[in-house]
């Protein structure tokens, strides 16, 4: 069952229907035991939250800006504002001074809620630049407040101006005029042309997905539904809130950089995640086995080759297996992928939404074949997360990004760009009208800016339009599937690739120092620092090797020709990098023109 209300009553419906049973799984700011909370208790605390609110006089729309990681505190603000028609405006933890300041800005933000030490000092630093700005307040209780900012204060303090509900009448006479044309979310997109704007997200737009979604991800109250990604990413803020309508129970992972751990302690059934999550499985799946016995490699090797046939070409195209291979698969999955879900915390693996960029054909298939069901999708800030994915249990391609949700009209452009059009597509961009205005063709279709096709109900992408290059000899390349299939070698972390007005394609690597580092002393190479490291011609020699190993199915001017191995880890300060660390490709080759010309000297 669904209950799909207005967000601002959304917990207190589901509090009436689950009462104490657990909601909420997490850890506190710095703690590494975890602890639950009820759908009961929640919604108490979100009833305090919009209490507190109000006695501070926030007024109806009005905008409230969240910088911090996931925690138990920014579901309850979210959730508490919807409660008194305030917006809510995420900040990623990793938001730099820059962006904070021309969102606060931006949406005149009075009240600012900040996760850890890092937020706050940052959100610190700004208030001179925000005249707007009257209050921070802090989610994490060991933050150090500074003894000169007497306008801060914790949010214990906070929530008790709520103590008590002393404006529940006026709070809940807000909700009974809560619309759903009402503003939820301004999602501020720093995209990888480095210009940010404020998508706005209307409750209309989440109540449409919320509807769609149901109707093919069958998330259920049995599920145990990690939260990875961070909330401002409308990816994870429109799962989470899907699986909450549904009743499931959410473990809500503040700090993404320990998930593995987190999950293999909490044993979700469900996460959403992006295609690098699943690609760092796959290396270190493969990795390990390399390092096994020749036996085990031989049996682990036949084991995916058994699961590829049955999981892929049979039941991925709609058919039914032999009876001779499904029982094989069937002894091999109980004994041998059985055991690689376990060492993932995934015994009792449901299904696993993944979008945000493309995913390589080998991590696919290999994901399938262990016995997981990734659920592949396709969606953008703009249309609420989803425009389509695979639907579990229905016959899907590997490479495609699955099938419309209900309620979404996609036709493709005469240059090959997917438009949109449904009740789950933004009306546009915060104070941006001539954007907005540019972003609809006549006929009020949304233009994505990605480049696609339809194919026998399933949808397939090409590139993003912009991103596509055209070398001098006039061969356009699609940099990001190059990638995609480069990134899958576990010696690469980080990967742009350079062509655009180029005479051939080449890259950028930043490689996995650890492993280069061991492989170097392996075969006594002689470094004293990652610099000699990555210029070692025999370093070159073997990267060179591998990655001619995964590019040959691309055609000749495709392939990359030479590439830079980076000493260095691309970045978000330097502008390298987006807070969903899509690459900035203009950043690059200004910070790297000298690399990137000597790869086309002679």
């Given at each position: 069952?669904?209950i799909?209300?207005?967000?601002?009553?959304?917990?207190?419906?589901?509090?009436?229907?689950?009462?104490?049973?657990?909601?909420?799984?997490?850890?506190?700011?710095?703690?590494?035991?975890?602890?639950?909370?009820?759908?009961?208790q929640v919604?108490?605390?979100?009833?305090?939250?919009?209490?507190?609110?109000?006695n501070?006089?926030?007024?109806?729309q009005?905008?409230?800006?969240?910088?911090?990681?996931?925690?138990?505190?920014?579901?309850?603000?979210?959730?508490?504002?919807w409660?008194v028609?305030?917006?809510?405006?995420?900040?990623?933890?990793?938001?730099?001074?820059?962006?904070?300041?021309?969102?606060i800005?931006?949406?005149?933000?009075?009240?600012?809620?900040?996760?850890?030490?890092e937020?706050?000092?940052?959100?610190?630093?700004?208030?001179?630049?925000?005249?707007?700005?009257?209050?921070?307040?802090v989610?994490?209780?060991?933050?150090?407040?500074?003894?000169?900012?007497?306008n801060?204060l914790?949010?214990?303090?906070?929530?008790?101006?709520?103590?008590?509900?002393?404006?529940?009448?006026?709070?809940?006479?807000?909700?009974q005029?809560?619309?759903?044309?009402?503003?939820?979310n301004i999602?501020?997109?720093?995209?990888?042309?480095?210009?940010?704007k404020?998508?706005i997200?209307?409750h209309?737009?989440?109540?449409?997905?919320?509807?769609?979604?149901?109707?093919?991800?069958?998330?259920?109250?049995n599920?145990r539904?990690?939260?990875?990604?961070?909330y401002?990413?409308?990816?994870?803020?429109?799962?989470?809130?899907?699986?909450?309508?549904?009743?499931a129970?959410?473990?809500v992972?503040?700090?993404?950089?320990?998930?593995?751990?987190?999950?293999?302690?909490?044993?979700?059934?469900?996460?959403?995640?992006?295609?690098?999550?699943?690609?760092?499985?796959?290396?270190?799946?493969?990795?390990?086995?390399?390092?096994s016995?020749?036996?085990?490699?031989?049996?682990?090797?036949?084991?995916l080759?058994?699961?590829?046939?049955?999981?892929?070409?049979?039941?991925?195209?709609?058919?039914?297996?032999?009876?001779?291979?499904?029982?094989?698969?069937?002894?091999?999955?109980?004994?041998?992928?059985?055991?690689?879900?376990?060492?993932?915390g995934?015994?009792?693996?449901?299904?696993?939404?993944?979008?945000g960029?493309?995913?390589?054909?080998?991590?696919?298939?290999?994901?399938?074949?262990?016995?997981?069901?990734?659920?592949?999708?396709?969606?953008?800030?703009?249309?609420?997360a989803?425009?389509?994915?695979?639907?579990?249990?229905?016959?899907?391609?590997?490479?495609?990004?699955?099938?419309?949700?209900?309620?979404?009209?996609?036709?493709i452009?005469?240059?090959?760009?997917?438009?949109?059009?449904?009740?789950?597509?933004?009306?546009?961009y915060?104070?941006r009208?001539?954007?907005?205005?540019q972003?609809?063709?006549?006929?009020?279709?949304?233009?994505?800016?990605?480049?696609?096709?339809?194919?026998?109900?399933?949808?397939?992408?090409?590139?993003?339009?912009?991103?596509?290059?055209?070398?001098?000899?006039?061969?356009?390349?699609?940099?990001?599937?190059?990638?995609?299939?480069?990134l899958?070698?576990?010696?690469?972390?980080?990967?742009?690739?350079?062509?655009?007005?180029?005479?051939?394609?080449?890259?950028?690597i930043?490689?996995?120092?650890?492993?280069?580092?061991?492989?170097?002393?392996?075969?006594?190479?002689?470094?004293?620092?990652?610099?000699q490291?990555?210029d070692?011609?025999?370093?070159?020699?073997?990267?060179?090797?591998?990655?001619?190993?995964?590019?040959?199915?691309?055609?000749?001017?495709?392939?990359?020709?030479?590439?830079?191995?980076?000493?260095?880890?691309l970045?978000?300060?330097k502008?390298?990098?987006?807070?969903?660390?899509?690459?900035?490709?203009?950043?690059l080759y200004?910070?790297?023109?000298?690399?990137?010309?000597?790869?086309?000297?002679?």
């Amino acid at each position: 069952m669904q209950i799909n209300s207005h967000m601002s009553v959304l917990i207190h419906d589901l509090a009436k229907h689950y009462g104490d049973r657990e909601m909420l799984i997490y850890q506190d700011f710095g703690g590494k035991e975890w602890k639950s909370l009820s759908f009961n208790q929640v919604s108490q605390t979100v009833k305090q939250v919009s209490n507190a609110l109000l006695n501070l006089g926030v007024k109806v729309q009005e905008n409230i800006g969240i910088f911090s990681q996931n925690s138990v505190q920014y579901l309850e603000c979210d959730f508490g504002a919807w409660g008194v028609r305030a917006v809510t405006i995420p900040f990623y933890a990793t938001s730099s001074e820059q962006q904070i300041q021309f969102m606060i800005n931006d949406a005149k933000v009075r009240f600012l809620f900040v996760g850890e030490q890092e937020q706050y000092d940052r959100a610190r630093r700004v208030v001179s630049l925000c005249p707007t700005l009257e209050r921070i307040i802090v989610f994490d209780p060991l933050v150090h407040i500074s003894s000169h900012d007497p306008n801060a204060l914790y949010f214990s303090d906070f929530l008790k101006l709520g103590d008590n509900l002393p404006r529940q009448t006026e709070v809940e006479a807000r909700q009974q005029e809560a619309s759903f044309d009402d503003i939820a979310n301004i999602l501020y997109t720093s995209g990888t042309t480095g210009d940010s704007k404020g998508v706005i997200l209307p409750h209309s737009m989440f109540h449409a997905a919320f509807e769609a979604n149901n109707k093919c991800v069958p998330v259920n109250e049995n599920d145990r539904v990690m939260n990875f990604l961070p909330y401002t990413h409308i990816f994870e803020r429109g799962w989470a809130i899907l699986a909450l309508t549904k009743g499931a129970r959410m473990i809500v992972n503040t700090h993404p950089q320990e998930v593995q751990q987190s999950m293999r302690e909490t044993h979700p059934t469900c996460m959403s995640s992006v295609p690098r999550f699943w690609e760092k499985v796959y290396m270190g799946v493969m990795d390990k086995i390399e390092h096994s016995s020749a036996m085990q490699r031989k049996l682990f090797k036949h084991a995916l080759a058994v699961g590829r046939k049955h999981n892929i070409e049979y039941l991925s195209l709609g058919k039914k297996p032999p009876m001779a291979l499904h029982l094989e698969y069937e002894m091999l999955n109980r004994t041998v992928f059985s055991l690689v879900r376990k060492e993932l915390g995934l015994e009792n693996a449901h299904f696993f939404p993944t979008a945000g960029a493309a995913v390589s054909a080998h991590v696919e298939e290999f994901v399938h074949s262990i016995g997981i069901n990734m659920i592949v999708g396709y969606g953008l800030t703009e249309s609420l997360a989803t425009v389509s994915c695979d639907h579990l249990g229905e016959s899907f391609t590997v490479g495609s990004v699955g099938r419309p949700i209900e309620g979404i009209d996609i036709k493709i452009s005469e240059e090959g760009e997917i438009l949109l059009k449904g009740p789950t597509i933004t009306p546009g961009y915060y104070n941006r009208e001539d954007l907005t205005k540019q972003s609809f063709t006549e006929d009020g279709y949304f233009k994505t800016g990605d480049a696609g096709y339809l194919k026998d109900g399933e949808l397939f992408l090409k590139e993003r339009i912009k991103d596509l290059f055209k070398t001098s000899n006039g061969k356009y390349i699609a940099p990001q599937m190059i990638e995609s299939k480069l990134l899958v070698d576990k010696y690469i972390d980080q990967i742009c690739i350079i062509a655009d007005q180029r005479k051939f394609v080449s890259a950028l690597i930043v490689p996995v120092y650890p492993l280069l580092e061991e492989y170097a002393r392996e075969h006594n190479i002689p470094f004293e620092s990652r610099g000699q490291l990555c210029d070692a011609p025999q370093i070159y020699e073997m990267m060179k090797e591998r990655i001619d190993t995964l590019q040959q199915q691309l055609a000749h001017y495709e392939q990359v020709k030479r590439f830079t191995l980076l000493p260095h880890h691309l970045s978000m300060e330097k502008g390298e990098l987006t807070n969903t660390l899509k690459i900035r490709r203009r950043v690059l080759y200004e910070n790297y023109k000298a690399e990137i010309d000597k790869m086309y000297e002679d």
